[in-house]
């Protein structure tokens, strides 16, 4: 059943369902149709005895009467639980009461229908099912037959009223069997209609489960992935940092008896450089989950920065989009880590912007803030609505992810107005640096 199988095999699966068990809720339902259809036909027993209008001339005493109406109805207390025997026992009580021509049929009539409905609806076999109605409805009109021809060989009624163009006695037979054949037939349709409808309701539950497991197994796999890419961005850095600190404690041994000076300098290097690096590393561990990432190691080109925030710009403008670009403050050498994840977080916010906005104009802002670098990005589309096309907002993980790394914060959400906003905002100072560093 699920979605990799074929149409075919799909479809021989589910010819194969087979409906659960009733609930405790439905069997409860169950016992209340039960008391309330005993109820019923108590009443229309009373009221037929009070009246004097009986289906036959002969009825018995009213407490056989009433006997035969528990009789009919107590089984119902069971009817999705036993379906089958509530059908065959019911059936054999409902000949049963027309043999003793208790007085009122009505009852009787809904409580056949009520079970061949349930029979039809409930009965897990199919072919048991079927065939068990079908057999009981040609007992129902083997039963009618024999009481249409003793009907027949009685004299007939004067029909005093009578003024249609068929004969009377014809027009009764034929209005009974017609009746007899919607009711029995109608039980019958709406039984299957009922348990087609409960095997298309099991099938919808289990593809829409189907699709809440895939949508999560790729949400987790997307989030590992994404993960992936984020040590593989941060890898060059760390490099450049470990390269970095080598370079500066191998000048700072060959100068360490000549040049103090320099040797200071050199550490206090080495010092910020490793602070830099150490924060970057508690950042990525604090973010990635421990898990095995496969696969062979990739060549990683220099990494972008801010510099290349033009070219980002220029291929949104070549797509259609008006987009102004803007550098707030004054702009400074930054960490690699922090420029590299403004750098992805205006190229992602872009293509969202050019891929699901339908926006006309987009603005990209970079603020250089004392200590924070602030990057921005407006549009004037359709909102939120545009950001999760698919339902998945896996960009906006990445871009979250991206920015908790360096200890940021994103904001993204639709403006007041119209359109969509995208602001992260990226600490510029290594966690636990200081401006000049510690003397050696």
């Given at each position: ?32 149709t039960a008391l309330a259809t005993m109820a019923g036909a108590t009443v229309m027993t009373v009221l037929v005895n009070s009246l004097g209008a009986f289906a036959w001339d002969d009825a018995p005493a009213l407490a056989e009467q009433l006997g035969w109406v528990v009789a009919l109805t107590a089984p119902l207390v069971v009817r999705r639980r036993f379906p089958l025997a509530v059908l065959i026992v ?202 095995d990432a496969d696969g062979p190691a990739e060549t990683h080109l220099s990494a972008p920065g801010l510099d290349q925030l033009t070219e980002l710009v220029s291929a949104a403008r070549s797509a259609g989009l008006e987009v102004d670009h803007g550098v707030y403050g004054d702009p400074r050498p930054l960490p690699q880590g922090v420029a590299l994840s403004a750098y992805r977080v205006v190229q992602e ?92």
């Amino acid at each position: 059943m699920g979605s990799a199988v074929s149409t075919g095999d799909r479809e021989v699966v589910w010819s194969r369902w087979q409906r659960p068990f009733p609930t405790r809720a439905q069997r409860r339902v169950d016992v209340w149709t039960a008391l309330a259809t005993m109820a019923g036909a108590t009443v229309m027993t009373v009221l037929v005895n009070s009246l004097g209008a009986f289906a036959w001339d002969d009825a018995p005493a009213l407490a056989e009467q009433l006997g035969w109406v528990v009789a009919l109805t107590a089984p119902l207390v069971v009817r999705r639980r036993f379906p089958l025997a509530v059908l065959i026992v019911i059936s054999a009580l409902f000949i049963g009461a027309q043999v003793r021509h208790v007085g009122d049929n009505t009852v009787q009539a809904v409580v056949l229908f009520l079970v061949i409905y349930t029979a039809g609806g409930w009965i897990r076999n199919r072919v048991v099912a079927r065939w068990a109605r079908i057999a009981v409805i040609t007992v129902m009109f083997g039963w009618l037959g024999l009481a249409l021809v003793h009907y027949l060989a009685e004299p007939a009624p004067p029909f005093a009223d009578a003024a249609g163009p068929l004969d009377p006695l014809l027009a009764s037979v034929l209005y009974s069997i017609v009746v007899n054949l919607v009711f029995l037939l109608g039980a019958y349709f709406f039984g299957n209609m009922a348990w087609l409808s409960a095997r298309r309701q099991a099938e919808l539950e289990r593809r829409a489960e189907q699709l809440r497991e895939s949508q999560e197994q790729n949400l987790r796999g997307a989030v590992v992935a994404e993960r992936v890419r984020i040590a593989r961005d941060l890898h060059d850095v760390v490099a450049h940092h470990v390269s970095v600190m080598g370079i500066q404690a191998a000048a700072a041994r060959r100068v360490l008896d000549t040049d103090r000076e320099l040797s200071r300098d050199a550490l206090r290097t080495v010092e910020q450089t490793a602070r830099s690096a150490i924060g970057e590393l508690r950042g990525l561990l604090g973010v990635l989950r421990a898990e095995d990432a496969d696969g062979p190691a990739e060549t990683h080109l220099s990494a972008p920065g801010l510099d290349q925030l033009t070219e980002l710009v220029s291929a949104a403008r070549s797509a259609g989009l008006e987009v102004d670009h803007g550098v707030y403050g004054d702009p400074r050498p930054l960490p690699q880590g922090v420029a590299l994840s403004a750098y992805r977080v205006v190229q992602e916010a872009l293509t969202n912007v050019v891929k699901h906005s339908g926006a006309h104009r987009a603005d990209v802002r970079v603020r250089y803030l004392e200590s924070a670098l602030e990057v921005e990005i407006t549009d004037d589309g359709r909102g939120a609505a545009a950001r999760r096309p698919n339902g998945s907002g896996l960009g906006l993980l990445g871009m979250r992810e991206r920015v908790a790394v360096h200890g940021g914060v994103l904001e993204a959400g639709p403006r007041r107005d119209n359109g969509f906003r995208v602001r992260a905002c990226l600490p510029t100072a290594a966690p636990g640096s200081t401006e000049d560093g510690a003397d050696a």
